[in-house]
């Protein structure tokens, strides 16, 4: 994250796919899928 903050201005986007409609909490598991 430290590399991305200083060649992007601190600034990252996720693209993702909703699976099941819910809302996440801190403490939630989430699992990156390649």
């Known amino acids: ?3 991305v903050a200083q060649a ?3 600034m990252a986007g996720v ?3 909703v699976l ?3 809302m996440i909490r ?3 598991s ?3 899928i390649d």
């Open 30 to 32: 989430v699992e990156l």
């Open 26 to 28: 801190k403490g939630d």
């Open 15 to 17: 693209y993702g796919a």
């Open 1 to 3: 994250l430290k590399q």
């Open 20 to 22: 099941m409609e819910g």
């Open 8 to 10: 992007h201005e601190g």
